[in-house]
């Protein structure tokens, strides 16, 4: 019986001289082989990395430049990128920016872990800033901190603290310690004898280097607690004030809690210790393990100037066990950073009810506070630690209006505190040593401009929490205390109350998320 493959013309089977048979198994071969290889190296064509393509640009004449790129880029950890439309935040993207149709504006994001940007996607300049400096790369390295997956949580966390004040940290035990968390507190506050805290024991690290160590102290103390059995014990490293000094602690493998309650540079002054702590603050903020915060919406947009970091607020809220009474018709003046005998001399001209704190006490109690009709502030900062306590005790607050203040600040150098020149050297400065991140809002360090002044000073705590009162003049002050009566008071001491209380609890659920800790019998 003849074979049918033999009507089949050899021409085209005939592979190498091989025979019909052997060519077509061959043929059929090498067809599943090519096939084979195809389905493999497609899927890995598309997964091959994208191009790594810089994108930092400069603005021209005021006019945001754009590019567009036919590539993914991929946005290392750390990097600032535009995240999805939302909601605009106040100065953070000009009017000139280029939002894509029907999308509102964008809000910038700071990446905590390679993203990648997908092709022709519209970059405003200078919002994406690619790659590390040598620097960044340095400390990178040095921290090693991994930054993809987050440390496992423990029922009792333990936290460490050696901060230079002793409210700070106070008021965050108050709200964790009946949660199961430990503190390991050493104090080098000058106060630390109040709450006996005072640092027992610590390395290195002192009351005279504590606030700005130098960087052969820095190695040190992450030498000699490289393996302290104390600090193996440690989950979490608070920085409150300083914030910076979670410096130290970036080669110890913690977790890293930087929270500012004054200006985030406190101890790094000069340009390059500053800017070494923008480098080494973007690196914390890019390792998911870490939190960066500030107790205070100033604070906040301040950190978010200088880095285009977008901390949490943590706002030092407390409970107090006294409340407001407000039995004596006195308003006491908190103290002022210094004296002013001039605006004594108007205040009581507006009404004998005002009297100084230390004028009516030696020593007080947070009762004898709670037994007057209010306090009244001419505030020497924008965040201070005194005014949580008295907001949740319910005790009336008195304030100047932003712009009455910058008219009492500029004609008698009142809020002494707000910059860390003007605390370091006595002058008012006219700008910041480094150039803001975002460059849209007034320099917050430019104390001898008024705009500059009223548009960050509405961030202070005393316009930030409800129910102040605010008084845009002398005769305006006159004329509230003229018209309030005792229910009056009262009524806005329960509202403060009523609000501290939601603050609190508000304020503990997050500490309850970011701490990675669960309530337990």
Same mark, same amino acid.
């Given at each position: 019986?003849?074979?049918?493959?033999?009507?089949?013309?050899?021409?085209?089977?005939?592979?190498?001289?091989?025979?019909?048979?052997?060519?077509?198994?061959?043929?059929?071969?090498?067809?599943?082989?090519?096939?084979?290889?195809?389905?493999?190296?497609?899927?890995?064509?598309?997964?091959?990395?994208?191009?790594?393509?810089?994108?930092?640009?400069?603005?021209?004449?005021?006019?945001?430049?754009?590019?567009?790129?036919?590539?993914?880029?991929?946005?290392?950890?750390?990097?600032?990128?535009?995240?999805?439309?939302?909601?605009?935040?106040?100065?953070?993207?000009?009017?000139?920016?280029?939002?894509?149709?029907?999308?509102?504006?964008?809000?910038?994001?700071?990446?905590?872990?390679?993203?990648?940007?997908?092709?022709?996607?519209?970059?405003?300049?200078?919002?994406?800033?690619?790659?590390?400096?040598?620097?960044?790369?340095? &400390?990178?390295?040095?921290?090693?901190?991994?930054?993809? &997956?987050?440390?496992?949580?423990?029922?009792?966390?333990?936290?460490?603290?050696?901060?230079?004040?002793?409210?700070?940290?106070?008021?965050?035990?108050?709200?964790?310690?009946?949660?199961?968390?430990?503190?390991?507190?050493?104090?080098?506050?000058?106060?630390?004898?109040?709450?006996?805290?005072?640092?027992?024991?610590?390395?290195?690290?002192?009351?005279?280097?504590?606030?700005?160590?130098?960087?052969?102290?820095?190695?040190?103390?992450?030498?000699?607690?490289?393996?302290?059995?104390?600090?193996?014990?440690?989950?979490?490293?608070?920085?409150?004030?300083?914030?910076?000094?979670?410096?130290?602690?970036?080669?110890?493998?913690?977790?890293?809690?930087?929270?500012?309650?004054?200006?985030?540079?406190?101890?790094?002054?000069?340009?390059?210790?500053?800017?070494?702590?923008?480098?080494?603050?973007?690196?914390?903020?890019?390792?998911?393990?870490?939190?960066?915060? &500030?107790?205070?919406?100033?604070?906040?947009?301040?950190?978010?100037?200088?880095?285009?970091?977008?901390?949490?607020?943590?706002?030092?809220?407390?409970?107090?066990?006294?409340?407001?009474?407000?039995?004596?018709?006195?308003?006491?003046?908190?103290?002022?950073?210094?004296?002013?005998?001039?605006?004594?001399?108007?205040?009581?001209?507006?009404?004998?009810?005002?009297?100084?704190?230390?004028?009516?006490?030696?020593?007080?109690?947070?009762?004898?506070?709670?037994?007057?009709?209010?306090?009244?502030?001419?505030?020497?900062?924008?965040?201070?630690?005194?005014?949580?306590?008295?907001?949740?005790?319910?005790?009336?607050?008195?304030?100047?209006?932003?712009?009455?203040?910058?008219?009492?600040?500029?004609?008698?150098?009142?809020?002494?505190?707000?910059?860390?020149?003007?605390?370091?050297?006595?002058?008012?400065?006219?700008?910041?040593?480094?150039?803001?991140?975002?460059?849209?809002?007034?320099?917050?360090?430019?104390?001898?401009?008024?705009?500059?002044?009223?548009?960050?000073?509405?961030?202070?705590?005393?316009?930030?929490?409800?129910?102040?009162?605010?008084?845009?003049?002398?005769?305006?002050?006159?004329?509230?205390?003229?018209?309030?009566?005792?229910?009056?008071?009262?009524?806005?001491?329960?509202?403060?109350?009523?609000?501290?209380?939601?603050?609190?609890?508000?304020?503990?659920?997050?500490?309850?998320?970011?701490?990675?800790?669960?309530?337990?019998?």
């Amino acid at each position: 019986m003849q074979d049918v493959s033999d009507n089949v013309p050899r021409c085209h089977l005939n592979f190498w001289g091989l025979e019909p048979r052997v060519g077509l198994g061959v043929g059929l071969l090498l067809l599943f082989v090519f096939t084979l290889f195809q389905m493999l190296t497609v899927p890995w064509q598309q997964a091959v990395e994208p191009e790594r393509i810089p994108l930092r640009l400069v603005p021209e004449e005021n006019k945001w430049q754009q590019q567009t790129t036919n590539k993914e880029v991929v946005l290392p950890a750390g990097a600032v990128k535009i995240a999805e439309p939302m909601a605009p935040i106040k100065g953070v993207v000009p009017a000139e920016a280029v939002a894509p149709a029907e999308a509102g504006v964008f809000a910038e994001a700071v990446v905590l872990a390679e993203a990648v940007v997908p092709a022709q996607t519209v970059v405003p300049a200078e919002v994406v800033v690619l790659g590390k400096t040598a620097k960044q790369e340095e &400390a990178a390295a040095a921290h090693a901190i991994s930054s993809t &997956a987050p440390l496992a949580p423990r029922a009792r966390p333990v936290v460490w603290s050696n901060d230079f004040h002793i409210a700070t940290i106070g008021n965050v035990k108050a709200l964790l310690q009946p949660l199961g968390v430990k503190f390991i507190d050493k104090s080098l506050s000058g106060h630390c004898h109040l709450t006996k805290t005072c640092a027992t024991n610590l390395k290195v690290l002192n009351f005279n280097n504590g606030v700005t160590p130098s960087a052969k102290e820095k190695k040190e103390f992450a030498r000699v607690y490289a393996d302290d059995s104390e600090m193996s014990e440690v989950d979490v490293a608070m920085c409150f004030h300083p914030a910076a000094m979670c410096e130290i602690f970036m080669p110890l493998h913690k977790r890293l809690f930087v929270i500012a309650t004054t200006r985030y540079e406190f101890g790094r002054y000069s340009p390059s210790e500053w800017q070494e702590w923008n480098d080494n603050l973007l690196i914390i903020a890019g390792d998911k393990n870490n939190v960066v915060a &500030a107790n205070n919406v100033y604070d906040q947009y301040y950190i978010q100037y200088f880095t285009g970091i977008q901390p949490i607020l943590l706002p030092s809220v407390v409970e107090m066990a006294e409340k407001y009474s407000g039995t004596s018709p006195d308003i006491v003046v908190a103290a002022m950073h210094p004296e002013q005998p001039a605006l004594w001399r108007f205040l009581k001209g507006v009404s004998p009810q005002f009297r100084g704190l230390r004028e009516k006490y030696k020593f007080y109690s947070y009762k004898h506070l709670c037994e007057n009709t209010a306090i009244l502030h001419l505030p020497y900062q924008v965040s201070i630690m005194s005014l949580y306590e008295q907001y949740a005790m319910g005790i009336p607050i008195l304030v100047p209006g932003p712009r009455f203040l910058w008219e009492l600040h500029d004609r008698y150098d009142l809020v002494t505190e707000r910059t860390w020149h003007r605390v370091r050297t006595g002058q008012r400065p006219k700008g910041s040593v480094l150039p803001g991140w975002n460059t849209t809002d007034p320099d917050p360090n430019d104390d001898r401009n008024g705009t500059a002044f009223q548009h960050w000073v509405q961030y202070a705590d005393f316009y930030q929490l409800p129910h102040i009162i605010r008084f845009n003049s002398w005769d305006d002050l006159r004329e509230i205390l003229r018209v309030k009566r005792r229910e009056d008071w009262l009524a806005i001491s329960a509202n403060m109350r009523r609000r501290n209380e939601q603050l609190v609890k508000e304020t503990t659920d997050m500490w309850k998320t970011l701490m990675r800790i669960r309530d337990f019998d």
